[in-house]
């Protein structure tokens, strides 16, 4: 008689219930001052201004997170997916980032048009939203891309190092897990009008499948860099 396989280990959480709780409401609360207020401060203060708070203030959600992983002895690096033994694992994650970044790009294209995102009426609805936050000169460029690199870094630790394993261990599924994790990545981005939400939210669902096939967060960072620095660099071109 053939020997049963042991069942798969159920995710483990890595901070407690009320944490992530927290943790959700404060991202969605933050999505929607975003949508009403994000015009007017870049109006007021400018984009450089905008872009410095949004860093400060994804680096205290990285912090919020770090707190409450202590509580469950997770680390960082629990959250991220261990670290790079050989210059070939740093070779070997950029390679995977740039091909889902290829990949993704030419996903999202064919949604968008599905959607009716291409349209003239969408296209003017989604430079109304986005154009007003993309770069204008040399300076704002630059705090563009240290923008960018902190949105790589700070948002897959937030939706996939942590609200996606806290997800996949509430549900017990983490199929669940990255669906509803992309569910919350969506509405962050609720900014940038509402049916682009779905579009994000197909995105993040693309990363948290990266993240679970890979066991690691890095090629997402990447990859997440990647395409905020190319949109950056694509608006100021074309200015």
Same mark, same amino acid.
């Given at each position: 008689?053939?020997?049963?396989?042991?069942?798969?280990?159920?995710?483990?959480?890595?901070?407690?219930?009320?944490?992530?709780?927290?943790?959700?409401?404060?991202?969605?609360?933050?999505?929607?001052?975003?949508?009403?207020?994000?015009?007017?401060?870049?109006?007021?203060?400018?984009?450089? *201004?905008?872009?410095?708070?949004?860093?400060?203030?994804?680096?205290?959600?990285?912090?919020?997170?770090?707190?409450?992983?202590?509580?469950?002895?997770?680390?960082?690096?629990?959250?991220?997916?261990?670290?790079?033994? *050989?210059?070939?694992?740093?070779?070997?994650?950029?390679?995977?980032?740039?091909?889902?970044?290829?990949?993704?790009?030419?996903?999202?294209?064919?949604?968008?048009?599905?959607?009716?995102?291409?349209?003239?009426?969408?296209?003017?609805?989604?430079?109304?939203?986005?154009?007003?936050?993309?770069?204008?000169?040399?300076?704002?460029?630059?705090?563009?891309?240290?923008?960018?690199? *902190?949105?790589?870094?700070?948002?897959?630790?937030?939706?996939?190092?942590?609200?996606?394993?806290?997800?996949?261990?509430?549900?017990?599924?983490?199929?669940?897990?990255?669906?509803?994790?992309?569910?919350?990545?969506?509405?962050?981005?609720?900014?940038?009008?509402?049916?682009?939400?779905?579009?994000?939210?197909?995105?993040?669902?693309?990363?948290?499948?990266?993240?679970?096939?890979?066991?690691?967060?890095?090629?997402?960072?990447?990859?997440?860099?990647?395409?905020?620095?190319?949109?950056?660099?694509?608006?100021?071109?074309?200015?």
């Amino acid at each position: 008689m053939e020997a049963a396989h042991p069942a798969p280990p159920s995710p483990a959480p890595v901070a407690p219930a009320w944490h992530t709780v927290l943790f959700v409401a404060v991202v969605i609360g933050t999505a929607v001052l975003a949508a009403r207020s994000q015009g007017e401060m870049i109006a007021r203060h400018g984009r450089l *201004t905008t872009y410095l708070v949004t860093m400060f203030w994804e680096y205290v959600l990285v912090g919020y997170i770090l707190w409450g992983a202590q509580k469950k002895n997770v680390t960082l690096r629990d959250l991220a997916g261990g670290r790079w033994n *050989t210059p070939k694992d740093f070779a070997k994650d950029w390679a995977f980032a740039f091909g889902f970044w290829i990949l993704a790009a030419g996903i999202l294209a064919g949604l968008s048009y599905a959607l009716g995102l291409a349209s003239p009426t969408q296209m003017a609805e989604a430079k109304k939203h986005i154009g007003p936050l993309l770069p204008a000169n040399g300076v704002e460029l630059g705090v563009w891309l240290a923008l960018s690199a *902190t949105a790589g870094f700070c948002e897959e630790i937030m939706f996939r190092g942590y609200l996606q394993k806290q997800l996949s261990a509430a549900t017990r599924s983490e199929a669940w897990g990255i669906v509803l994790q992309a569910i919350f990545f969506g509405i962050a981005h609720y900014y940038q009008g509402p049916r682009r939400v779905v579009l994000i939210g197909v995105y993040g669902a693309m990363f948290g499948m990266l993240a679970a096939w890979r066991r690691s967060l890095r090629p997402g960072m990447f990859a997440h860099a990647l395409q905020d620095s190319v949109s950056g660099i694509a608006s100021r071109l074309l200015k």
